[in-house]
């Protein structure tokens, strides 16, 4: 018996070093390797890699649900926290207004000048269509992953959407649940900080889903996708370069 004890560590151990180590990779070699594994993959499956666009289709879509929230929480915090007075006061809508104007300017300029898209084969989505409903599982599960955090509560909201939102909050308040709240402040810090925690966990499984994603592509399309990015990429910076 406590021979059987002293190798429970043991075997489990190098499992434990094995994840220390993967996280301690560098995010964006994470991805590269991820990428390499995903041609590989999907080279050998083929067709049958098809499947594996699940996992990244998940954490897009937990993507986008974060990220309103996330930026109205940032927006918030930073009114609430930063001295505003004087001319600060005055020059900040001068200054968001500039940004706009700048930002839709460079679009605009790169869309119609540069057109870093043509000559790339890229083809315009075919317009939405309400589908049936799927019987594959996966597709059910990911129909029910939130798009948004309040989009579950509303009137066409699903149970499993409303699951999936309050796990993730429990599970990251859990820390917090001494935390007093004194003031509206704390609580607007709160809510931000619970957000970039959740955050901190879709992009830890990011690289899984460039991985699915990759092997998906090159198991289905082959190569013309990344080409086309190729020739998109370099397009664009020849004419920059130009």
Known sequence: ?????????????????????????????????????????????GGNAASLAVPGKLVLRLLGALAPA????????????T???????ARLPRLLLLNTLV?????LTVANIIQPGQGAGLTPPPPHQENTK???PLALFLEN???????????????????????AFGMALRKERERPIMTMG?????FLEVLIKILHWIIAVVPLAVFGIVASIIGTE??????????FVLRARNKMTS
């Open 1 to 45: 018996m406590d021979d059987q004890a002293l190798e429970q560590p043991a075997a489990v151990a190098p499992r434990t070093g094995l994840i220390k180590r993967w996280q301690n990779i560098p995010l964006y070699a994470r991805i590269v390797i991820a990428l390499v594994l995903g041609v590989i993959t999907g080279l050998l499956l």
């Open 70 to 81: 996330l930026i109205l929480a940032a927006i918030v915090h930073t009114f609430m926290t």
């Open 83 to 89: 001295q505003l007075g004087g001319p600060l006061a």
């Open 103 to 107: 930002a839709i300017t460079v679009g």
């Open 134 to 136: 799927s019987t594959n």
């Open 145 to 167: 992953v939130p798009k948004s955090l309040l989009g579950p509560l509303g009137d066409d909201g699903k149970v499993i959407g409303v699951i999936f939102v309050a796990v």
């Open 186 to 190: 704390h609580l607007v810090e709160l």
């Open 222 to 231: 082959g190569f013309a996708q990344f080409r086309a990015l190729g020739i």
